[in-house]
């Protein structure tokens, strides 16, 4: 019943940034782990940054320093700041929500969305 909306993929150039941003569809409660990951045409899914409900921060080696994850608890939404933005960040960024409300824990997922970085 619940879906994840993401937003704010789209076309940019190199070096710029843009800052995708997720949010359940309905309140989600006791949510614990949030995160993104991406996919590449012809490549697996692999994990981009993660978030705990206590705010520690996870980044893959290749968008250290560059991507900034963070979370707004109130509104259950978890953003992706992207900066220096470069070709091979080009792919499908899938929000994902782990939710431990009891009976769970409940693993979600959004459709995602396509983040082109190309001049």
């Known amino acids: 019943q619940v879906q994840l909306v993401e937003s704010g993929g789209g076309l940019v150039q190199p070096g710029g940034s843009l800052r995708l941003s997720c949010a359940p569809s309905?309140?989600?409660?006791?949510?614990?782990?949030m995160g993104w990951y991406r996919q590449a045409p012809g490549k697996e899914r692999e994990l981009v940054a993660t978030i705990t409900s206590g705010g520690r921060t996870n980044y893959a080696d290749s968008v250290k320093g560059r991507f900034t994850i963070s979370r707004d608890n109130a509104k259950n939404t978890v953003y992706l700041q992207m900066n220096s933005l470069k070709p091979e960040d080009t792919a499908v960024y899938v929000c994902?929500?782990?939710?431990?409300?009891?009976?769970?824990?409940?693993?979600?997922w959004g459709q995602g969305t396509q983040v082109t970085v190309s001049s």
């Open positions: 309905r309140t989600i409660f006791t949510i614990n782990d």
């Open positions: 994902n929500v782990v939710s431990i409300a009891a009976g769970g824990p409940y693993n979600y």
